[in-house]
């Protein structure tokens, strides 16, 4: 009907290529066969023409009737058609090169895959320097328990006199719900807080950075920086400490954070104190003190 649109070919060009190579090979296959046809009838011909009309009876080239060399040449022609259908066609033409380029892509795909394997190997044997003067300052149950929703499950006098002494004047390096866990910042020591947050607002003259590399980093200029919590950043930091001041209180507590396990292959207890359970301390605890061999 007049002004009707053409309708456009619900096939996508892929699945036409293959269609239009199909054709082509039957158009080959079919041109080959019509080939060897003539062929046949055209070899019985000459062999007719030359024994039974006795046409060029007498011609020979190299001591051979001349059908025979006709034959012979129409016979090499055949071969190489043949050879092109079949054996070019296979193995050089769109199908072979689409063959190859698989090949050589998945051969480079390989190599690739092997130089991120020895990029991750390499990653992973990798050491990491201790800082010499990193000391992490912890106290932990026997379980390794450190604390429940962000804040203590023990009060003990003497352990937090303890921390005060030995941090006093220092760096101290801690997670962002750590230090949100202060009333406010301790006094007398430089606090440095990781958080991945930015934007993150800290009072004036607190450090904040984003990670423990740049932690350590900021602290570099003390000449003993603690690392005080909490439990993902003691895991993050203990590969580059050289000391652990633990606070062992010999009970076990609920709780949702934990201290890292001590490697006693890495680690040797060089200081051992003991605290007994008095009136002012509900638990016994001991002070010990852990340095890297």
């Known amino acids: ?50 024994t039974v009309l006795g046409i060029g009876k007498d011609f020979t080239i190299f001591g051979l009737n001349w059908f025979v ?27 072979w090169e689409k063959t190859q380029i698989e090949k050589l892509v998945a051969k480079q795909q390989e190599k690739i895959e092997t130089l991120k394997k020895n990029l991750v190997s390499t990653t992973t044997e990798t050491k990491i320097e201790p800082h010499k003067n990193l000391t992490i300052i912890v106290a932990a149950g026997e379980n390794n328990e450190i604390g429940k929703n962000n804040a203590l499950i023990w009060h003990l006098k003497d352990d937090l006199k303890r921390f005060k002494a030995l941090t ?19 006094p007398n020591r430089t606090h440095v807080v990781i958080s991945r947050q930015k934007d993150y ?14 932690a350590i980093d900021a602290a570099s200029g003390d000449s003993q920086p603690f690392i005080i919590g909490g439990g993902e950043i003691y895991k993050q930091a203990l590969p580059f400490a050289s000391k652990i001041e633990l606070t062992r209180v010999h009970s076990t507590f609920d709780a949702d954070t934990f201290f890292p396990e001590i490697n006693k292959n890495e680690w040797t207890e060089t200081q051992s104190k003991i605290h007994a359970q008095d009136e002012n301390h509900k638990y016994t605890f001991s002070f010990l003190t852990y340095e890297r061999r």
């Open 201 to 214: 607002q800290a009072p004036e003259g607190v450090l904040v950075v984003n990670s423990i590399e740049d």
């Open 1 to 50: 009907m007049f002004g009707k649109k053409k309708q456009k070919p619900q096939i996508d060009q892929e699945q036409l290529a293959l269609i239009e190579n199909a054709q082509r090979r039957v158009k080959q296959k079919k041109g080959l066969y019509v080939h060897f046809v003539v062929f046949l009838i055209g070899a019985v011909f000459l062999i007719l023409a030359n």
């Open 168 to 186: 006093s004047g220092h760096h101290i390096i801690m997670g962002r719900k750590t230090f949100e866990s202060f009333p406010k910042p301790l």
């Open 69 to 95: 060399i006709a034959i012979s040449v129409w016979l090499f022609f055949f071969l190489y058609h043949a050879f092109n259908v079949f054996i070019t066609n296979k193995f050089m033409g769109k199908d």
